[in-house]
């Protein structure tokens, strides 16, 4: 019911025995378990012997003892034919008396102004925490718009600056306040709209000698908003829904309503197909272009920026009145890659963009846009059984030849072997129920001397079994001793009545201070399919080591003979080993190995394992419920049971 507990407290707990067979999730009932309390020294403390009742659950508790050592505790579940265990402290804590935190920032602030930073200390009784020391520390660190990092190589790390530090004291509300200057980085270059990231740590110490610590964050630039544009990654351009988001924020995240242009420009496609290269980018490159593509005519010279082609789409936007832009009449657009720009400015007068790439495709499309080495892609997210997934693979190559694979059950069902002239070919593959948790699709291929190799998984989900848990009656204010009643209302899926058992807890939030408490209960198996095959490729031939073992050993054991042995006096010859004191029948047979003096390579791919048939798996879902004493459990209530109603 929690995850710390103090020695001689009462710990409450639930479980519910689970069999999983053949993808299907049954409760066990009317079944025996035996549940175990260890100590920190893994010693047993007490047992319990309980029986599942009608919803496979059972519950009770445990005393835990006053002495002894104190740490990691667990209760361990022996069920029918598994076992499951669950990991709390024992501790000889102190309840935290109150909480401190910063109040919420909204408004926005200029570089090297003064910040005045607000927060307050309170005591979970509700009074304030008068006369607390209060130490603080203000850090630095920089971060640039997401287009800043699209043309470069290497990676940014932002080193985090301390630009002040101080003490005060909380007044008689429990108030207190921070004041720094808010300097920027003077060797951040200013049109790169950086922002300037502030943080804010302060512990407050109360007249006892008790800490509590709080943060916050304050954004600071040259610019005091941010534009953002959101849309899909890829559009189907024959849809008539398609649209593009633009939301206005001050840099702590408050809304304010900017008005600009947006605009969309069609991305110019390389001359060449480029596959990915073997290497990275150097820094420096002392081959010419123009050499360095007649030699490697499908390599990347360098990193640049994409050169914008024709302007395609321009509209004023006012975000006061409409964040949403359609884009319904974009089937006319070719198909590729696009970046949409948003200008605005901000209180200021200074200007402030945003930059994002999508790209545009139609299911009617004959070849690949902009010259792509490959491209695969399927026409859903998900499928139900009876329908058939779609895939699309195709290239601007003259010349590939693509291995596709279609795994379930970790076996090769299907092997298609397509050959791609700079054009996109179909694959269609029906949907079936017992492709329910979803089934794989692996591909590989070689062109331009590179190689490449992946997988897709084909999304089949499960009906929804949930229950749906609606509140009915709650209050979040009340008064010491004070009894109160809670109502709630149990659904099915299909918002059909049920009968259930519950599980409610309430206790001292407090003690999430020291260790955070959650329930992690998920008793229905739903088989989730990951693609087992693998393909991988070396830069040479090689040899493969191999050995054959005989598959089904049987053991004999022989006695060692001992024999009458002189006594040297220390005398030392050097170490004797034993050996081969079993016999194995049959003999087992070993093949020579030869000296891999060659660099790996492995091609072909192969599956990870071989149908297995589903074996019966019974598991213990844990979950918890509420401790009573000490006033830090509230509420106890495991084995209600829903009316004819559902409430």
């Known amino acids: 019911d929690r995850s710390i507990y103090r020695p001689s407290q009462t710990v409450y707990f639930k479980g519910i025995a689970v069999s999983q067979q053949e993808n299907k999730s049954e409760v066990i009932t009317n079944s025996k378990v035996t549940v175990t309390l260890k100590d920190a020294n893994y010693q047993e403390v007490k047992t319990l012997d309980l029986t599942t009742n009608e919803f496979g659950s059972f519950t009770g508790e445990f005393i835990l003892p006053n002495n002894g050592l104190t740490g990691h505790f667990q209760i361990v579940v022996n069920g029918p034919k598994s076992i499951n265990r669950v990991d709390f402290s024992v501790e000889e804590y102190k309840r935290p008396k109150f909480s401190a935190k910063f109040d919420k920032i909204t408004e926005s602030f200029k570089l090297n102004d003064k910040i005045i930073i607000k927060g307050k200390a309170i005591a979970y009784a509700g009074s304030n925490i008068t006369d607390a020391k209060v130490v603080y520390r203000v850090k630095r660190n920089v971060q640039y718009p997401r287009w800043w990092y699209w043309y470069r190589s290497y990676g940014f790390n932002s080193e985090a600056q301390e630009i002040t530090h101080g003490k005060t004291i909380t007044n008689d509300k429990g108030e207190f306040e921070i004041e720094f200057l808010a300097q920027p980085d003077i060797s951040v ?129 006012d975000t006061s009145k409409e964040k949403e832009i359609q884009l319904n009449k974009i089937k006319a657009w070719q198909s590729g890659a696009y970046i949409a720009v948003a200008d605005g ?22 070849i690949v846009a902009d010259n792509q080495f490959f491209d695969v892609k399927l026409d859903k997210n998900e499928y139900k059984v009876g329908e058939k997934a779609k895939l699309k693979i195709g290239t601007a190559s003259k010349d590939m030849t693509v291995v596709v694979y279609i795994e379930k059950d970790n076996e090769i069902v299907d092997t298609k ?137 049987v053991y004999v054991n022989v006695k060692h003979q001992g024999f009458d042995d002189l006594n040297w006096f220390g005398l030392h010859f050097g170490y004797s080993r034993y050996r081969n004191f ?66």
């Not at 008005?259 to 197909?273: E, W």
Request: glycine share 4%; proline share 4%.
């Open 189 to 317: 270059n200013k049109k790169d709209l950086p922002v300037f990231t502030y943080t804010i740590i302060a512990d407050i110490t109360d007249i006892n000698g008790e800490t509590r610590s709080t943060s916050t964050i304050v954004r600071v630039g040259y610019h005091s908003q941010i534009i953002n544009i959101a849309i899909a990654d890829k559009l189907d351009k024959i849809r008539k829904d398609n649209k593009l988001t633009i939301d206005t924020k001050n840099l702590n995240g408050e809304f304010v309503a900017t008005k600009g242009t947006l605009k969309i420009y069609k991305v110019k496609a390389p001359k060449n197909v480029y596959r990915n290269r073997p290497w990275g980018i150097p820094d420096y490159q002392e081959i010419p272009q123009n050499e360095f593509e007649n030699l490697f005519p499908h390599d990347v010279y360098k990193k640049e920026k994409e050169e914008l082609g024709k302007l395609v789409f321009t509209a004023k936007f």
């Open 417 to 553: 072997i397509i050959h791609l002239n700079n054009e996109i070919k179909t694959i269609y593959i029906p949907v079936k129920k017992e492709d329910l948790g979803g089934f794989g699709i692996s591909y590989h291929l070689v062109n331009y001397n590179s190689f490449l190799a992946s997988s897709l998984r084909i999304n089949v989900p499960y009906e929804k079994m949930d229950l749906e848990i609606e509140t009915l009656t709650f209050r979040d204010k009340l008064q010491p001793a004070s009894e109160e009643t809670w109502s709630f209302k149990i659904k099915g899926n299909k918002k059909d009545k049920v009968l259930a058992e519950i599980l409610t807890s309430m206790y001292d939030s407090s003690l999430d201070q020291f260790k955070t408490h959650n329930w992690n209960f998920q008793p229905i198996y739903n088989r989730y399919y990951y693609p087992s095959i693998r393909a991988n490729s070396g830069k040479s031939f090689g040899v493969n080591n191999f050995r054959v073992y005989q598959k089904n050993p």
């Open 582 to 647: 079993r016999v194995v029948q049959p003999m087992v047979v070993e093949m020579g190995s030869v000296s891999n003096d060659a660099t790996m390579v492995k091609s072909a791919p192969r599956t990870i394992s071989k149908k297995f048939k589903s074996e019966s798996k019974d598991m213990l879902a844990d979950s918890g419920i509420e401790q009573l004493n000490y006033g830090e459990t509230v509420l106890d209530e495991d084995d209600e049971l829903t009316a004819t109603n559902g409430s």
């Open 345 to 366: 400015k901000d209180k200021f007068g200074q200007i402030i963009t945003d930059k994002t790439q999508f790209s545009l495709f139609s299911d009617k499309d004959k």
